[in-house]
T-cell receptor, first 111, second 116 residues
Framework: QKEVEQDPGPLSVPEGAIVSLNCTYS??????FMWYRQYSRKGPELLMY????GNKEDGRFTAQVDKSSKYISLFIRDSQPSDSATYLC???????????FGTGTRLQVTL | GAVVSQHPSRVICKSGTSVKIECRSL??????MFWYRQFPKQSLMLMAT?????????EQGVEKDKFLINHASLTLSTLTVTSAHPEDSSFYIC????????????FGDGTRLSIL
């Protein structure tokens, strides 16, 4: 079993839809949780960075962490074609500098 | 803020050539830098972690003599692929972090390396 599980998709939604992206993890030591967006042939771009359970909102993006269920989510409201990319979840424990990544979910937002 | 610049973005060269890739943190001091390799439609694979002024720590299976890493300053790390062969063709991405455990990694835009 992988430490971090993420559905690779592809996930196709119409413009304006609410998108829900999820990751589950098995290591209870993970404390810091990140979502990155990666466009084709580009490096990952940090979208959200959270610590501890709860919600964090930034514009159209909301990150949610449920440590008791070992489950994190990224919600995208009013999705746009420019949101079409691969979304990677990543996490680390309190002392390690290395990240553990999910496999990434490919999202396609159609007109 | 938190901009990481990676150069070059694309390299095409002959087999046997050594290739150097630079990774710079432009607006923060990066105590720790990371080098990743990414195959098409796959997630990032960590190759090595480097701390400024120290030898890099390589992941299992990564040849340190093949992939030379230098992190001589708080804003610059370099990866040199020595005597590159076609199987080294890949997308190489660096990231940088301040070293504080509660700070995220910020990534460069990657280097697409093609060995003919």
């Amino acid at each position: 079993q992988k430490e971090v599980e993420q559905d690779p998709g592809p996930l196709s939604v119409p413009e304006g839809a609410i998108v829900s992206l999820n990751c589950t993890y098995s290591n209870s030591a993970f404390q810091y949780f990140m979502w990155y967006r990666q466009y084709s042939r580009k490096g990952p771009e940090l979208l959200m960075y959270t610590y501890s359970s709860g919600n964090k909102e930034d514009g159209r993006f909301t990150a949610q962490v449920d440590k008791s269920s070992k489950y994190i989510s990224l919600f995208i409201r009013d999705s746009q074609p420019s949101d079409s990319a691969t979304y990677l979840c990543a996490m680390k424990d309190g002392t390690a500098s290395k990240l553990t990544f999910g496999t990434g979910t490919r999202l396609q937002v159609t007109l | 803020g938190a901009v990481v610049s990676q150069h070059p973005s694309r390299v095409i060269c002959k087999s046997g050539t050594s290739v150097k890739i630079e990774c710079r943190s432009l607006d923060f001091q990066a105590t720790t830098m990371f080098w990743y390799r990414q195959f098409p439609k796959q997630s990032l694979m960590l190759m090595a972690t480097s701390n400024e002024g120290s030898k890099a720590t390589y992941e299992q299976g990564v040849e340190k003599d093949k992939f030379l890493i230098n992190h001589a300053s708080l804003t610059l790390s370099t990866l040199t692929v020595t005597s590159a062969h076609p199987e080294d063709s890949s997308f190489y991405i660096c990231s940088a972090a301040t070293g504080f455990p509660n700070q995220p990694q910020h990534f460069g835009d990657g280097t697409r390396l093609s060995i003919l």
